[in-house]
C-alpha cells in the first residue's frame, strides 16, 4: 500500500467512501442528513482535489492503481496575523475514510500518520478534526492514536 495526493481518476474511490461515511451519519443523526447523498458533488471534490491549501491523499495497493482503500481530506489554517488567535498553523482534518471492507488492516492509521507528518514538516502547532459523538468507532479510533477533545460543540433539540 502506498498513500499518494489523489488526482482525478480517483473520483470514483473516492465518491464510494464518502457515501460510507455519508451513511454514518445518517444512521447516527438521520434528523440531520439526508439518505443517499455524500459529502461533496463531483464538481466540489474536483475543485478541492486541485487546491494547494486542502491537499486530499488516498491510500492505494500500488503506485499505478486508483483503488481507494482509504482517503483524508486536510485543510492548512493559518491564523498569523489573526486579532484574537496566536500566530499559529493547523492542520484540520476534515475527513478520514477507510473502505468498510478493509479497515482493522492499518490504513487508517498510515493515513493519520501521513497528515501528522505533513502538519510536522509545514510547522504546524496542531492537528485538528471534528468527529460525531453518534460515530463512537471513530472516536475511539482518534483517541487511541492519542487525540484529545480540545473544544466540545453542544445542542438542544427544540421539539
Known sequence: MIIRRAAKDDLDGI???????????????????????????????????????????????????????????????????????????TLYIDDLCVDEKVRGQGIGTALYTYALDLAKSLGCHNVTLNVWTCNPKAMGFYQHLGLKPYKICMEKIID
Do not use: T
Not at 438521520?30 to 455524500?38: I, R, S
Open 15 to 89: 465518491n464510494s467512501l464518502l457515501r460510507q461515511v455519508h451513511e454514518v451519519h445518517c444512521e447516527g443523526r438521520p434528523d440531520l442528513f439526508k439518505p443517499g447523498m455524500k459529502k461533496h458533488p463531483d464538481d466540489v471534490v474536483l475543485e478541492i482535489l486541485s487546491d494547494d491549501a486542502r491537499p486530499v491523499f488516498v491510500a492505494v495497493p500500488s503506485a499505478d492503481a486508483h483503488e481507494v482503500l482509504g482517503y483524508i481530506f486536510c485543510v492548512l489554517e493559518d491564523y498569523n496575523g489573526d486579532y484574537m488567535h496566536a500566530d499559529i498553523r
